[in-house]
């Protein structure tokens, strides 16, 4: 299994319906508001890294994501 952090910037107003568009991919264990320069941390995991990359794909797509940064466990 890999792990991943999708780190998520969102449009203003567009928060809670975008985790719960989120929560609903089967690789994500966890979907968080954080304060800083992202608005979301995105924690999932599948068995490989193309499913990975599959996956940022989707969250980046999503009505409400303005932008996002994928980190994936080396």
Same mark, same amino acid.
């Given at each position: 299994?890999?792990?991943?952090?999708?780190?998520?910037?969102? /449009?203003?107003?567009?928060? /809670?319906? /975008?985790?719960?568009?989120? %929560?609903?991919?089967?690789?994500?264990?966890?979907?968080?508001? &954080?304060?800083?320069?992202?608005?979301?941390?995105?924690?999932?995991?599948?068995?490989? %890294?193309?499913?990975?990359?599959?996956?940022?794909?989707?969250?980046?797509?999503?009505?409400? &994501?303005?932008?996002?940064?994928?980190?994936?466990?080396?």
């Amino acid at each position: 299994m890999t792990n991943a952090c999708v780190l998520v910037r969102l /449009t203003v107003g567009k928060h /809670t319906a /975008t985790r719960e568009a989120v %929560r609903k991919f089967k690789e994500v264990k966890e979907a968080f508001f &954080v304060f800083g320069r992202y608005d979301m941390a995105v924690l999932a995991r599948a068995q490989d %890294r193309n499913t990975l990359i599959k996956l940022a794909a989707n969250v980046n797509a999503l009505p409400g &994501v303005r932008a996002t940064e994928t980190l994936i466990e080396a």
